[in-house]
């Protein structure tokens, strides 16, 4: 059993920025694909960014260049730098960790980009 800690997000103007941070329970974390992903109030859950063990890394069209996931296997932990926000950023952001047929989430975070 994996647990994913998320801790960040909370409400930022337009153009801001936020990072979240997810942190694994577990060594093994570096062998898990972590990715990022948001629900939006009314539409299905999306992938934002995901990176493999090997720091491979792919993002969504609608943040590449402004989001930027990034890794630490020392501390288990997954990052997701969001800059220049827009309102339509806004939504609840959750972390998934991904090893073969097992998947871990986090327990969401709230992200608001409202003026």
Same mark, same amino acid.
């Given at each position: 059993?994996?647990?994913?800690?998320?801790?960040?997000?909370?409400?930022?103007?337009?153009?801001?920025?936020?990072?979240?941070?997810?942190?694994?329970?577990?060594?093994?974390?570096?062998?898990?694909?972590? +990715?990022?992903?948001?629900?939006?109030?009314?539409?299905?859950?999306?992938?934002?960014?995901?990176?493999?063990?090997?720091? &491979?890394?792919?993002?969504?069209?609608?943040?590449?260049?402004?989001?930027?996931?990034?890794?630490?296997?020392?501390?288990?932990?997954?990052?997701?730098?969001?800059?220049?926000?827009?309102?339509?950023?806004?939504?609840?952001?959750?972390?998934?960790?991904?090893?073969?047929?097992?998947?871990?989430?986090?327990? +969401?975070?709230?992200? &608001?980009?409202?003026?």
């Amino acid at each position: 059993q994996v647990q994913l800690v998320q801790s960040g997000g909370g409400l930022v103007q337009p153009g801001g920025s936020l990072r979240l941070s997810c942190a694994a329970s577990r060594s093994i974390f570096s062998r898990y694909t972590m +990715g990022w992903y948001r629900q939006a109030p009314g539409k299905q859950r999306e992938l934002v960014a995901d990176i493999t063990s090997s720091g &491979t890394t792919n993002y969504a069209d609608s943040v590449r260049g402004r989001f930027t996931i990034s890794r630490d296997n020392a501390k288990n932990t997954v990052y997701l730098q969001m800059n220049s926000l827009k309102p339509e950023d806004t939504a609840v952001y959750y972390c998934k960790a991904r090893f073969s047929t097992l998947a871990y989430w986090g327990q +969401g975070t709230q992200v &608001t980009v409202s003026s």
